[in-house]
Antibody, heavy 119, light 108 residues
Framework: EVQLVESGGGLVQPGGSLTISCSAS????????MNWVRQAPGKALEWVSY????????EYADSVKGRFTVSRDNAKNSLYLQMNSVTAEDTAFYYC????????????WGQGTLVTVSS | EVVLTQSPATLSLSPGERATLSCRAS??????LAWYQQKPGQAPRLLIY???NRATGIPARFSGSGSGTDFTLTISSLQPEDFAVYYC??????????FGGGTKVEIK
């Protein structure tokens, strides 16, 4: 069974940093591209970041470019999102999502981790 | 950036009725459009990809159609578990990958 489990969310102060993780199981992690998608409470889905199988290509939404960094460790079946200089607008549930090919579709999702930016 | 506009924002229907949801793209995305279902407190679930292909395990009452700028998700006969929010997503021109604003299907 495909499983994606996010962790590391919590309360962070404006201007602060936080790294969230996604642990994958039930499939060959290194064969899939991965994405982060977020959802502010009561709002629509927003794509945040993409990373290819070998971590040679990363893409970001303009809203997070230069502040967020996506990475992965295929040996540990794990995906990460380092979030720096956060603002209240970054408050959201963050989901990791599996991607068979270049944003074609998000065919499996984690349950999400909540990041709250507040003083 | 490709903007996806979903309509209506809310659809009020009874179980057993047919639901027709629309997604319009600001420019042609060919067939590169997916649909997701999200229930309260849950992660989204892939329903349809490449406009008309049902994802694994998705019931046949869900169907997708369209190409270019106009797409439709149809639920042929609403079941109680189908009341949820539905999102479309394009991957023709990216980054960024973009989602529509969602359509809520509620019980009338």
């Amino acid at each position: 069974e495909v499983q994606l489990v996010e962790s590391g969310g919590g309360l962070v102060q404006p201007g602060g940093s936080l790294t969230i993780s996604c642990s994958a199981s039930g499939f060959t992690f290194s064969s899939y591209e991965m994405n982060w998608v977020r959802q502010a409470p009561g709002k629509a889905l927003e794509w945040v970041s993409y990373i290819d199988r070998s971590a040679s290509r990363m893409e970001y939404a303009d809203s997070v470019k230069g502040r967020f960094t996506v990475s992965r460790d295929n040996a540990k079946n794990s995906l990460y999102l380092q979030m720096n200089s956060v603002t209240a607008e970054d408050t959201a549930f963050y989901y990791c999502a599996r991607d068979p090919h270049s944003g074609s579709r998000f065919d499996s999702w984690g349950q999400g981790t909540l990041v709250t930016v507040s003083s | 950036e490709v903007v996806l506009t979903q309509s209506p924002a809310t659809l009020s229907l009874s179980p057993g009725e047919r639901a027709t949801l629309s997604c319009r793209a600001s420019q042609s995305v060919d067939i590169y459009l997916a649909w997701y279902q999200q229930k309260p407190g849950q992660a989204p679930r892939l329903l349809i990809y490449d406009a008309s292909n049902r994802a694994t395990g998705i019931p046949a009452r869900f169907s997708g159609s369209g190409s270019g700028t106009d797409f439709t998700l149809t639920i042929s006969s609403l079941q109680p578990e189908d009341f949820a929010v539905y999102y479309c997503q394009q991957r023709k021109y990216w980054p960024p990958l973009t989602f529509g604003g969602g359509t809520k299907v509620e019980i009338k």
